[in-house]
């Protein structure tokens, strides 16, 4: 059985991103667990000999997350999940956000995080959101973020970005080999060189390792040159209408600026595709 952690803010952004992992892990046993992190970035005191009185924070922040955890619970009921492989459990917790998840995670066994991500609506705003772009590079966990306007629909065409710079251990790609398979997707394999240098003897290594890896799943491999990285990926995901997008984290780094733009007219890039990101365990 899987272990998926759903954090939640209460925002229908955050609901879509339920949404989408109910119907994302639909034939699969699951146990989802639904948090809310009440965060003390919020209600810390400015003056340190303060303390928070445990009374308020029950009554002001702890019952009031649980109640809509709960009424969280009876609206994904809606939804008509599969009731023999799912089974739904609440948690709230108060502290930072970051040190509540890693804590979860290993409390609970987590196997994948699924979050929602914010579209870009002003010009300091960036794709992923500050906590799913924290999760995503601060947190050593499968995770699946999944745009405010994204619909689910089985995935068949999926891109797996690579600077083929194979530093981490081929495992950490099993969770992509089990997703190409469960829906019998095509997986395209895409480096962007930004010259037109030939590939170092190095790097067709690796992508010799890459195909053996994947051997006996639908793949090809797809060698693009641009001097904007973003660009050509831009392209590549319209015009073989990707469903979903694969990334290494320690890729992070190389790809962060199709991510993690701050200026409007380049954050429309891919909002309503899913970006699941691989991380080596502990």
């Given at each position: 059985?899987?272990?998926?952690?759903?954090?939640?803010?209460?925002?229908?952004?955050?609901?879509?991103?339920?949404?989408?992992?109910?119907?994302?892990?639909?034939?699969?046993?699951?146990?989802?667990?639904?948090?809310?992190?009440?965060?003390?970035?919020?209600?810390?005191?400015?003056?340190?000999?303060?303390t928070?009185?445990?009374?308020?924070?029950?009554?002001?922040?702890?019952?009031?997350?649980?109640?809509?955890?709960?009424?969280?619970?009876?609206?994904?009921?809606?939804?008509?999940?599969?009731?023999?492989?799912?089974?739904?459990?609440?948690?709230?917790?108060?502290?930072?956000?970051?040190?509540?998840?890693?804590r979860?995670?290993?409390?609970?066994?987590?196997?994948?995080?699924?979050?929602?991500?914010?579209?870009?609506?002003?010009?300091?705003?960036?794709?992923?959101?500050?906590?799913?772009?924290?999760v995503?590079t601060?947190?050593?966990?499968?995770?699946?973020a999944?745009?405010?306007?994204?619909?689910?629909?089985?995935?068949?065409?999926?891109?797996?970005?690579?600077?083929?710079?194979?530093?981490?251990?081929?495992?950490?790609?099993?969770?992509?080999?089990?997703?190409?398979?469960?829906?019998?997707?095509?997986?395209?394999?895409?480096h962007?060189?930004?010259?037109?240098?030939?590939?170092?003897?190095?790097?067709?290594?690796?992508?010799?390792l890459?195909?053996?890896?994947?051997?006996?799943?639908?793949?090809?491999?797809?060698?693009?040159?641009?001097?904007?990285?973003?660009?050509?990926?831009?392209?590549?995901?319209?015009?073989?209408?990707?469903?979903?997008?694969?990334?290494?984290?320690?890729?992070?780094?190389?790809?962060?600026?199709?991510?993690?733009?701050?200026?409007?007219?380049?954050?429309?890039?891919?909002?309503?595709?899913?970006?699941?990101?691989?991380?080596?365990?502990?």
């Open positions: 059985m899987k272990n998926v952690l759903l954090p939640t803010d209460f925002s229908e952004n955050s609901w879509n991103a339920i949404k989408y992992a109910i119907h994302f892990f639909n034939a699969i046993e699951c146990g989802f667990y639904l948090l809310h992190v009440n965060s003390l970035n919020n209600f810390i005191p400015q003056d340190e000999t303060l928070i009185d445990s009374y308020y924070l029950e009554n002001t922040y702890i019952k009031p997350a649980k109640q809509r955890l709960r009424s969280f619970v009876k609206r994904i009921s809606k939804l008509k999940p599969n009731k023999d492989k799912h089974k739904f459990f609440v948690l709230t917790e108060t502290g930072f956000f970051i040190d509540s998840i890693r979860i995670i290993k409390e609970k066994e987590i196997d994948f995080i699924v979050m929602g991500t914010k579209g870009a609506s002003g010009l300091n705003e960036i794709i992923l959101g500050t906590n799913t772009a924290d995503i601060k947190v050593k966990c499968t995770t699946l999944v745009p405010e306007n994204a619909e689910f629909v089985p995935p068949k065409e999926i891109a797996f970005p690579s600077d083929l710079n194979l530093t981490y251990n081929l495992d950490i790609l099993h969770p992509l080999l089990d997703i190409v398979e469960h829906f019998k997707a095509f997986l395209r394999i895409l962007i060189n930004k010259n037109k240098a030939h590939l170092e003897e190095e790097l067709n290594q690796n992508i010799t890459l195909k053996d890896y994947f051997t006996g799943i639908k793949s090809s491999f797809h060698y693009l040159t641009n001097k904007k990285v973003e660009d050509a990926v831009q392209c590549f995901v319209e015009s073989r209408d990707v469903d979903l997008i694969c990334m290494v984290a320690k890729n992070l780094n190389y790809f962060q600026q199709i991510f993690f733009h701050s200026r409007v007219e380049k954050v429309s890039y891919h909002t309503d595709k899913p970006l699941l990101v691989l991380h080596e365990k502990n």
